[in-house]
């Protein structure tokens, strides 16, 4: 399966990249980002050495381009276990 840089895919979902766009995989404590070799050199650049600060890096107030949780694993035909965590989610 191809991974796409979860940055790229914030900034425009759903973009086809050419040949040379590579990923690498940059690992935290937390979880391991699928970061595209740019993102990832500007992050080493700027000296991040943790998931929070990568975080900082890449984000506006207090939106950023990197998620929280990865990316799933699971298919979008797959249930939810819970509809939602208030009485009035259907």
């Known amino acids: ?3 796409h840089c979860e940055v790229c895919a914030s900034f425009n979902p759903g973009a086809e990249f050419g040949k040379g766009y590579r990923v690498v995989d940059v690992s935290f404590a937390e979880r391991t980002v699928h970061l595209c070799v740019a993102h990832a050199r500007i992050a080493e650049n700027n000296g991040v050495t943790s ?8 984000g506006s ?3 950023s381009y990197v998620p ?3 990316p799933s694993t699971s298919t979008p035909s797959e249930r939810r276990q ?3 965590r208030r009485a009035s989610d259907v």
């Open 68 to 70: 929280r949780r990865g």
């Open 1 to 3: 399966m191809q991974h």
């Open 82 to 84: 819970s509809v939602g």
């Open 61 to 63: 107030g207090r939106r």
């Open 51 to 58: 998931f929070d600060e990568l975080r900082d890096i890449y």
